[in-house]
């Protein structure tokens, strides 16, 4: 299944698309029927187990009797409150290279080191 699916966004709109069967005092069965389709898809529809495509979704909201862009300008200005409550995560400040400092120095590598030279490091105490 898609993230999209389950995502807040997609909560707010199925809330709204089973709040408007609701308000015509319409159960599953009867938008299945004016639909053409069963009740059960419409449960699918409203619980997020199936997406709508866009001609769906208008035929849907025509069978409600809803002005399909009435409904799309409700469902923005209520994903739009919801962004606004959100909280943002704060940006990671960057740092200019200049700030930084030149980078470190990398270990020598096999090749690098001095044929014949012993590396000196104190060993480790017990």
Same mark, same amino acid.
């Given at each position: 299944?898609?993230?999209?699916?389950?995502?807040?966004?997609?909560?707010?709109?199925?809330?709204?698309?089973?709040?408007?069967?609701?308000?015509?005092?319409?159960?599953? !069965?009867?938008?299945?029927?004016?639909?053409?389709?069963?009740?059960?898809?419409?449960?699918?529809?409203?619980?997020?187990?199936?997406?709508?495509?866009?001609?769906?979704?208008?035929?849907?909201?025509?069978?409600?009797?809803?002005?399909?862009?009435?409904?799309?300008?409700?469902?923005?200005?209520?994903?739009?409150?919801?962004?606004?409550?959100?909280?943002?995560?704060?940006?990671?400040?960057?740092?200019?290279?200049?700030?930084?400092?030149?980078?470190?120095?990398?270990?020598?590598?096999?090749?690098?080191?001095?044929?014949? !030279?012993?590396?000196?490091?104190?060993?480790?105490?017990?």
């Amino acid at each position: 299944m898609s993230k999209a699916l389950h995502s807040r966004h997609s909560k707010i709109f199925l809330n709204k698309l089973r709040k408007q069967r609701e308000a015509r005092q319409l159960r599953q !069965a009867d938008l299945g029927e004016l639909l053409g389709r069963s009740q059960g898809w419409v449960s699918y529809v409203e619980r997020g187990q199936t997406a709508l495509n866009i001609i769906e979704l208008r035929e849907w909201l025509d069978a409600l009797g809803v002005e399909f862009l009435d409904f799309l300008h409700e469902l923005d200005a209520e994903l739009r409150l919801l962004e606004a409550l959100r909280p943002r995560a704060k940006p990671r400040l960057r740092l200019a290279k200049s700030v930084l400092g030149p980078p470190p120095q990398a270990s020598p590598t096999v090749d690098q080191v001095t044929p014949g !030279a012993i590396p000196t490091t104190k060993p480790a105490k017990r």
